[in-house]
C-alpha cells in the first residue's frame, strides 16, 4: 500500500498483525511492555508539574486531555488513563485498535480511541498534551507529521515523542540485537534508516512551531531488563518540547 499522508500501509499492517498480542508481556511487545513504566512516569512528571501538581499524588493527571498519537492498543493510554486523564488514542491500525477497546473495557477504563491520522484531526481540536511515542520511525513525511502534532497541542502545551537514534550502536541492539538475535521484536519491526537522529527531531520539532525543553536517553538493564533514564541518547530516547 503507498503512503497516504503521513501513514505508510505496510507499517500499520505490522502492527495491525500483533493486535491479538499486544497485551502479551511476555510476547511480541514485551520490551513496550517493560519500558512502559518509564516513558509514561517521565511525561506524567513533567505534564502534572507543568500544572502545578505533584506528580507522586494520586490521579495527578485528573481533568487533563491527552492525545496518544499512534497508540496500538494503548499501553501508554491506559498508563496515563489511570493517573486521571481524558485519554483519546489515535491510531490508523483498525485491528490494535479494537484490542485497545477491549483491554481498557475489560479493566474499567474510559478511554476515547479513534481510527486516523493526526492530520486529519479537526481544525481546532487540541489537547493538554499530545504524545507520540515509537511512531515518528515509522511515519511517511516527518515534517507534515510534527505539523500535526503541534496543532494538537494548546498553545503551550507539551509534546512528546519517542523514537530511535539513527546510530552504529542502534543498528546493531535496535535491530540486530532485538530482532534477529535475542528475538525481542518480530523480524522487520524496524528499518535503520528511518530511525531519527536528536539534531534531526530537534530540528523538524522547530519547524513546526515547537521548541525542545528535555530530552534523556532510555537504556535496558541486561540482567534485569528494566528501563532507567540515562543521557546516553545513543539508541532509545525521549523528548519533550513545547508549542509557543
Known amino acids: 500500500m503507498p503512503p497516504a499522508g503521513t501513514m505508510i500501509g505496510a ?3 505490522k502492527f495491525d498483525a500483533l493486535a491479538t498480542r499486544w497485551w502479551d508481556p511476555d510476547g511480541p511487545m514485551k520490551p513496550l511492555h517493560r519500558m512502559n513504566p518509564l516513558r509514561t512516569g517521565w511525561i506524567a512528571e513533567r505534564i502534572a508539574r507543568l500544572h502545578g501538581r505533584d506528580p507522586s499524588a494520586p490521579g495527578a493527571l485528573a481533568g487533563l486531555s491527552i492525545l496518544d498519537v ?3 492498543a494503548g499501553l501508554a493510554s491506559e498508563a496515563l488513563a489511570r493517573r486521571g ?3 483519546t488514542g489515535l491510531d490508523a491500525a483498525g485491528e490494535a485498535l479494537d484490542a485497545a477497546r477491549t483491554h481498557a473495557a475489560a479493566q474499567g477504563l474510559e478511554i476515547t480511541y479513534r481510527e ?3 492530520e486529519d484531526l479537526p481544525a481546532g481540536e487540541t489537547f493538554d498534551a499530545v504524545i507520540a511515542l515509537e511512531v515518528i520511525e515509522h511515519v511517511a513525511d516527518r515534517a507534515v507529521f510534527l505539523a500535526a502534532l503541534g496543532r ?3 498553545p503551550g502545551a507539551p509534546v512528546f515523542l519517542s523514537t530511535l537514534n539513527r546510530t552504529p550502536r542502534a543498528f546493531l541492539m535496535a535491530k540486530l540485537g532485538a ?3 535475542l528475538r ?3 523480524v522487520g519491526t524496524h528499518d535503520w534508516r528511518m530511525f531519527v537522529t536528536p539534531g534531526e527531531l530537534g530540528a523538524g520539532l522547530r519547524q513546526a512551531g515547537m521548541t525542545v525543553v528535555a530530552i534523556t536517553g532510555m537504556v535496558m538493564g541486561p540482567l534485569t531488563g528494566r528501563w532507567r533514564a540515562s ?3 545513543g539508541v532509545n530516547y525521549l523528548v519533550m518540547a513545547q508549542r509557543a
Open 116 to 118: 486516523g491520522l493526526p
Open 85 to 87: 486523564a481524558r485519554v
Open 11 to 13: 507499517e500499520v499492517a
Open 184 to 186: 525481542l521484536l518480530p
Open 179 to 181: 530482532e534477529y538475535l
Open 70 to 72: 499512534g497508540c496500538g
Open 152 to 154: 494538537a497541542a494548546k
Open 231 to 233: 543521557r546516553d541518547v
